[in-house]
């Protein structure tokens, strides 16, 4: 039996009671966006002296908010005013009402830190929930979640949502890829949360220890963290024989749960009760219209720990203009394409990560596992795209080599419109992430 077919045919998961907020009726749902509003701003404005600041330069007070269709008159907010105000200075609620701290993960300077009371917490894992619900997953899957635990959102978070939707929670956190693939064929796993990229390692290394994910239980992927493509969905579905779920978020808004995928998997519905979209152009900042692609700003109408006014996500991506046929209310975004800040630019062409994935994929037999190296020499900016190719590629025939090698540079090429030095690298050689995978290497001197 071909199980991609009989998968992809499936009808739409059975309703869970926990995804009743998805298909609130717009007016209603609208109404409640615009209560939700004030309260929050009211909140911010009393309790956080950055908002009232802001606030008060523009002339807005909290009684200016009159509904969800004002809220393009408050400030944005950005990742810097989060490091501004490190540790605590975003709160809005006193210590003894919050009951955990998470910390993103930032590669430079100090974290930035967030706060949740437990209401807050609630709201979360009811947000996982409706994730995991849309998923068609339900009490009796067994989830496996290799996301980080610790001070990364991605452990916790989906460990209390996956807890309250009533499944068995395996909190194998990330690492150790033979135990991760022990616990998936022993306790009978049906569901795993990782990134896109760590899971391809799990396949790999699947492969090499002769287990074959298409033989197990598993049947759902929730996949996220980092951008990742259709192609990759493509080749994960098609290799592990389950269907693989985008799920987005990020740590100054909630933690993952912002948005999810539903059975259709063309674009992901925002928890927009509680997480409130909008898309502006990154230059002028002024709101665009649905459909239009560029940054996503997020709203959190609800959060009492940490509010969040008009969050610049730095994310690339549009608001679908076409009601979902799977009947929810709540608004899709098309998947992430990428970050603002992730792009790179080289002999001024703007060139992103996905594409190179994309285009790797697009030749037989090659896997994205892959590094971006961003030389400059005699003022000339070169990249270097290092590719690892599998054992099956592997051939002593240096012609058959050299060809691959071509193939895969014209490829991209055709992608990205410049040429690109493809280095083939041996199998493993580069680093392979437990969580987000790190792509582009610049060693360019600014
Ligand atoms: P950090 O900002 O330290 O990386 P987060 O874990 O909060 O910490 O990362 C959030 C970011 O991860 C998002 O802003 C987005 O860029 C990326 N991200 C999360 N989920 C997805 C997804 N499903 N697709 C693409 N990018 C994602
Ligand atoms: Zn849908």
Not at 160 to 187: C, H, W
Request: net charge negative; hydrophobic share 40%.
């Amino acid at each position: 039996m071909n199980h991609d077919i009989a998968r992809k045919s499936a009808p739409p998961a059975a309703f869970h009671p926990a995804s009743a907020p998805d298909y609130v009726p717009a007016a209603q749902l609208r109404q409640l966006q615009s209560q939700r509003l004030q309260q929050i701003v009211r909140l911010a404005y009393d309790n956080v002296p950055l908002y009232r600041q802001r606030m008060d330069e523009r002339g807005v007070r909290p009684e200016n908010i009159a509904g969800i269709e004002d809220i393009a008159r408050l400030p944005l907010t950005v990742k810097n005013d989060l490091r501004d105000t490190y540790p605590f200075g975003l709160f809005a609620a006193p210590m003894r009402d919050v009951v955990r701290l998470h910390a993103s993960s930032g590669t430079t300077g100090k974290p930035i830190v967030v706060a949740y009371t437990q209401a807050d917490i609630e709201v979360w894992s009811g947000a996982i929930m409706r994730a995991l619900a849309a998923y068609g997953l339900q009490a009796g899957d067994i989830v496996q979640n290799s996301y980080g635990y610790g001070l990364f959102t991605g452990g916790l978070g989906l460990h209390y949502g996956a807890e309250a939707l009533g499944a068995t929670v395996i909190p194998t956190s990330g690492g150790n890829t033979d135990r991760q693939i022990m616990v998936m064929k022993d306790f009978g796993v049906s569901a795993i949360c990782c990134t896109p990229s760590y899971f391809l390692h799990i396949l790999d290394r699947a492969q090499e220890l002769g287990v074959l994910l298409r033989e197990l239980p598993l049947r759902v992927g929730i996949f996220g963290a980092e951008p990742w493509t259709d192609a990759m969905r493509g080749h994960i579905e098609q290799a592990a024989g389950i269907r693989a779920f985008d799920i987005y978020g990020l740590t100054e808004i909630t933690g993952p749960g912002v948005g999810a995928e539903c059975q259709y998997q063309d674009g992901l519905h925002i928890f927009e009760d509680h997480f409130y979209p909008e898309i502006i152009d990154q230059d002028t900042c002024e709101p665009l219209p649905d459909g239009a692609q560029g940054e996503l700003v997020l709203t959190t109408l609800s959060k009492q720990a940490m509010p969040i006014l008009r969050y610049r996500t730095r994310d690339i991506t549009s608001l679908h203009t076409e009601p979902c046929p799977c009947g929810r209310t709540i608004r899709r975004i098309h998947r992430i394409s990428h970050r603002s800040d992730d792009m790179f630019i080289i002999r001024g062409v703007n060139v992103f990560p996905s594409q190179i994935e994309a285009a790797l994929l697009a030749v037989d037999g090659v896997l994205p596992h892959y590094q971006i190296i961003l030389t400059r020499q005699k003022g000339l900016d070169r990249i270097e795209v290092q590719v690892e190719i599998t054992p099956e590629l592997v051939s002593d025939r240096i012609s058959v080599m050299e060809d691959l090698r071509s193939k895969l540079e014209k490829q991209i090429e055709h992608i990205i419109g410049i040429r690109v030095t493809v280095t083939l690298v041996e199998w493993h050689s580069l680093d392979r992430s437990e969580g987000k995978a790190r792509r582009v290497i610049d060693k360019r001197e600014m």
